[in-house]
């Protein structure tokens, strides 16, 4: 039986989030230059997205640029930002194939006007698709989205419009960046690094964790459907015993 077939339809992830890493050094590997990576990572968001449209994974966010990675060589970024926007040129017809609605996440007036114009383009003609939502974490960070939170929530109540007494998690879950989006359920890390950078540091709460060797620019459909099953095969207790879930 094939990975896919194995799949336990009743015991999907609803939400999947991916922290796509390995691509410069997929391309070092090879020899060539850091945007080849790049560019062959395009390739597996592709491959990846409409993986999840077929077997009906409901949300899928991508960590495609952090905010500490405005760090990085001005010219990396540049190629990254174009390649973003060729990308959202390019895709927008496969996106309207699947039903899938394009959404981002993080500081987007941070990204350069010819990127936040091809994303909210993209954004608003796929507003009404809802096979998959697609988030792509672009400009984002954890910590900077809880400061932007409690910025917001502090301002309610300097102005009466809430009493401290009832923040609770639907109230700062309604004003971070993924308020549409439900709690992560799988969350991945391609490349062999186990950490989290900066990534849904709220929303990953009760997440399973899935690490893989595998580099971003590797990364298959097959991948993806093993860490599915890894995923299905674990016992999520939230805090509770075994029997109770029994
Ligand atoms: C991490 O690899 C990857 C990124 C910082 C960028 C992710 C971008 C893409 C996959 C391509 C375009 C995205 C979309 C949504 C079309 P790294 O450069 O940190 O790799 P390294 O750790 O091996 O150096």
Same mark, same amino acid.
């Given at each position: 039986?094939?990975?896919?077939?194995?799949?336990?339809?009743?015991?999907?992830?609803?939400?999947?989030?991916?922290?796509?890493?390995?691509?410069?050094? %997929?391309?070092?590997?090879?020899?060539?230059?850091?945007?080849?990576?790049?560019?062959?990572?395009?390739?597996?968001?592709?491959?990846?997205?409409?993986?999840?449209?077929?077997?009906?994974?409901?949300?899928?966010?991508?960590?495609?640029?952090?905010?500490?990675?405005?760090?990085?060589?001005?010219?990396?970024?540049?190629?990254?930002?174009?390649?973003?926007?060729?990308?959202?040129?390019?895709?927008?017809?496969?996106?309207?194939?699947?039903?899938?609605?394009?959404?981002?996440?993080?500081?987007?007036?941070?990204?350069?006007?010819?990127?936040?114009? +091809?994303?909210?383009?993209?954004?608003?003609?796929?507003?009404?698709?809802?096979?998959?939502?697609?988030?792509?974490?672009?400009?984002?960070?954890?910590?900077?989205?809880?400061?932007?939170?409690?910025?917001?929530?502090?301002?309610?109540?300097?102005?009466?419009?809430?009493?401290? +007494?009832?923040?609770?998690?639907?109230?700062?879950?309604?004003?971070?960046? &993924?308020?549409?989006?439900?709690?992560?359920?799988?969350?991945?890390? &391609?490349?062999?690094?186990?950490?989290?950078?900066?990534?849904?540091?709220?929303?990953?709460?009760?997440?399973?964790?899935?690490? &893989?060797?595998?580099? %971003?620019?590797?990364?298959?459909?097959?991948?993806?459907?093993?860490?599915?099953?890894?995923?299905?095969?674990?016992?999520?207790?939230?805090?509770?015993?075994?029997?109770?879930?029994?």
């Amino acid at each position: 039986m094939s990975l896919k077939d194995q799949i336990e339809t009743s015991k999907l992830p609803k939400h999947i989030a991916i922290i796509m890493d390995g691509n410069g050094r %997929w391309a070092k590997k090879r020899g060539l230059l850091r945007n080849l990576g790049h560019k062959s990572g395009a390739k597996s968001v592709k491959q990846i997205v409409e993986a999840c449209a077929e077997i009906n994974v409901k949300y899928l966010t991508l960590y495609a640029f952090s905010t500490e990675n405005w760090n990085r060589p001005k010219i990396e970024i540049e190629l990254l930002m174009k390649l973003l926007i060729s990308s959202l040129r390019k895709e927008l017809k496969t996106l309207q194939k699947n039903n899938i609605k394009l959404n981002a996440i993080g500081n987007i007036d941070l990204l350069p006007k010819s990127v936040r114009k +091809e994303l909210v383009d993209v954004i608003e003609k796929t507003k009404n698709n809802n096979r998959l939502t697609l988030s792509l974490a672009l400009s984002y960070g954890s910590r900077e989205e809880i400061i932007k939170t409690i910025k917001e929530i502090s301002l309610k109540v300097k102005n009466n419009l809430i009493s401290p +007494e009832n923040i609770d998690n639907s109230v700062i879950n309604n004003h971070l960046y &993924t308020r549409n989006l439900p709690d992560v359920d799988l969350l991945i890390r &391609t490349s062999g690094e186990q950490r989290i950078s900066n990534f849904l540091l709220w929303q990953i709460a009760y997440a399973e964790l899935y690490f &893989t060797e595998v580099l %971003w620019p590797d990364f298959t459909k097959e991948n993806l459907f093993e860490a599915i099953l890894n995923y299905q095969n674990r016992e999520r207790r939230f805090g509770k015993t075994s029997e109770q879930l029994s």
